[in-house]
């Protein structure tokens, strides 16, 4: 048996995201300066991206991700063999650069299927708001480990290891850490 890793997963790889990028800015027949506009970024950081370079935050990724009108997974996820397995701490994971956010994308919307699976860590001290994801996304959090304060802005919820809880994801809400080691699974349903 393998040990568990000590701290958190490595970033994510740029080509997946540049790739991405590339692939869904054609796709919706955006010039790099109107996807740049939509998304509230500077071109030069967009460029950068679509160049494999940078150090995108997770904010940045979501702004692209909703100006181009597709899942956050979208921009994140890597290729998938027919059998998948992700080891603990080995995931695709991005860092907030705004709290002590990390989420490991553990599986991405199949065609026909609209619905993303992370497995998040969170630390106390900091809240990770979240602007509101693209229209009809419904979150769903089970607690894995620590304790959480999660959901829409005003309406947040105190959750324990073994809650679980559903909201909107397509209007403003934000979680917090109740206890160092905070871990759950989070579902991103999109209609």
């Known amino acids: 048996m393998s040990e568990a890793p000590s701290g958190p997963p490595a970033r994510l790889p740029l080509e997946w995201i540049a790739a991405s990028l590339r692939r869904e800015r054609t796709r919706t027949g955006l010039s790099l300066s109107e996807l740049a506009k939509r998304a509230g ?16 935050s997770m904010e940045t ?62 630390e106390p001290g900091t809240v990770r708001d979240s602007d509101p994801h693209i229209p009809g996304t419904t979150e769903h959090i089970v607690v894995t480990e620590g304790g959480v304060r999660a959901g829409p802005r005003g309406e947040t919820v105190e959750l324990a290891p073994g809650d679980y809880m559903s909201y909107r994801g397509d209007v403003p809400h934000a979680y917090e850490a109740l206890a160092a080691g905070t871990k759950f699974v989070l579902i991103m349903q999109h209609m």
């Open 61 to 122: 990724i979501w702004a692209l991700a909703v100006a181009l009108g597709v899942p956050f997974s979208a921009l994140v996820e890597p290729p998938t063999p027919a059998i998948q397995v992700i080891r603990a701490g080995a995931g695709p994971t991005v860092h907030s650069e705004r709290s002590s956010y990390l989420a490991t994308l553990l599986s991405a919307s199949p065609p026909g299927a609209r619905r993303d699976i992370y497995y998040v860590w969170l």
């Open 41 to 56: 970024i500077a071109k030069s950081t967009l460029s950068q991206l679509e160049a494999a370079s940078g150090n995108p």
